[in-house]
Structure formats: C-alpha cells, structure tokens
C-alpha cells in the first residue's frame, strides 16, 4: 500500500555508448519514467572526449564493470547501437543476418506498457 508520495525511488543508471544515446536518455526516456517514480541516469562510456561508437568488448567490458562498481545502489541496464557492433562482442556473430523482432515492455505483474 503506498501513495504517490510514499513510493520508494527507482534509479536505473543506463549505460550508454555515445552522446545521441546520452541524450535520448536525458530528454526523452528521464522526464517520462521520472513522473512515474523511476530515475534514469545515462553514464557514457569510454574516455572524455571520445566520440562514441561501440568499442571492441573488452575496452568497453571494463568500462562497464567500472561503472557497476561505483553505481551499487542502482540497477544498471545498457544502450548501444548494435549497427555496426565488433564481433568482439558476445552474440554477435550469431545473431548476424538474424531478424529482431523488439517484445514491449512488460511490469513485473506481465501487463504490458507503462501505464
């Protein structure tokens, strides 16, 4: 049982590979989860000034561990590009030449949407 001024915060730092990624994070996704009690945080990933695109996976894997390691109070998910991803990274070459179908989001309840 809780109201909306009770509700406990939600933060979800999303890593992500580059500035488009940063700021569709900042501008879209933040404002609308924000409302509904979850705070996103993108985290770019590389190094200061880089200009973004998805590194070989173990340049980017201990980025990534890096930031679990400092973020330990949230929960932590990943946006990237996959559009000329290395092979480097686990999957890929399996899932080249593969159709993606992207399923909605689903509440833990398995309802559907955001609402």
Same mark, same amino acid.
């Given at each position: 049982m809780s109201s909306a001024g009770s509700q406990s915060m939600n933060r979800i730092v999303v890593i992500v590979e580059g500035k488009t990624e940063f700021e569709f @994070?900042? #501008?879209v996704l933040a404002p609308e989860l924000g409302a509904r009690g979850v705070y !996103?945080?993108?985290r770019l990933i590389g190094?200061? /000034?880089? $200009?973004g695109g998805i590194r070989p996976y173990d340049s980017a894997k201990k980025d990534i561990l890096a930031c679990l390691k400092r973020?330990? #109070?949230a929960f932590c998910t990943t946006m %990237?590009?996959?559009c000329g991803m290395p092979e480097s990274w686990? /999957? @890929?070459r399996e +899932? $080249? /030449? $593969?159709? %993606?179908? !992207?399923a909605p989001f689903r509440r833990r309840s =398995?309802? +559907? =949407? !955001?609402s």
């Open positions: @994070v900042n #501008s !996103l945080s993108p190094k200061p /000034g880089h $200009k973020e330990r #109070s %990237f590009d996959y686990p /999957g @890929v +899932a $080249k /030449g $593969k159709r %993606f179908c !992207l =398995g309802q +559907a =949407g !955001l």
